[in-house]
């Protein structure tokens, strides 16, 4: 079964960082494409970055430049870096994953595999 467990979330004051990581089971990060979204309060679920099988990265206009996707495939582990977090930045984070190509999308109906999240609290 796959499974996509993610954490590094946490409390933070606003201009500081997190790492979240997404460790995977049951897929290989050489054949499935990555992406994180994320959710804030009563707004739809974003697309915010993804790296695909091959290891292009593709982020959200709105947060390129603070935001850097990796993997580590040999960990099956997908890392997403935030600096300079702003209160915008608060939301539930979750990775998701699909062996489907769709040209750099970042839609949700996109990728079949979600992990349950880890929540991105910044604080003015």
């Known amino acids: 079964a796959v499974r996509l467990v993610e954490s590094g979330g946490g409390s933070v004051a606003a201009g500081g960082s997190l790492r979240l990581s997404c460790a995977t089971s049951?897929?290989?990060?050489?054949?499935?494409?990555m992406a994180w979204f994320r959710q804030a309060p009563g707004t739809e679920r974003e697309g915010v970055a993804l790296?695909?099988?091959?290891?292009?990265?593709y982020y959200k206009p709105a947060v390129k430049g603070r935001f850097t996707i990796s993997r580590d495939v040999a960990k099956n582990t997908v890392y997403l870096e935030i600096n300079n977090l702003i209160p915008d930045d608060t939301a539930m984070y979750y990775c998701?994953?699909?062996?489907?190509?769709?040209?750099?999308?970042?839609?949700?109906?996109?990728?079949?595999?979600w992990g349950q999240g880890t929540q991105v609290t910044v604080s003015s």
């Open positions: 049951g897929i290989t990060l050489n054949t499935h494409h």
């Open positions: 998701a994953a699909d062996s489907r190509w769709r040209a750099l999308s970042l839609k949700q109906a996109d990728y079949a595999y």
């Open positions: 790296v695909v099988s091959g290891g292009t990265t």
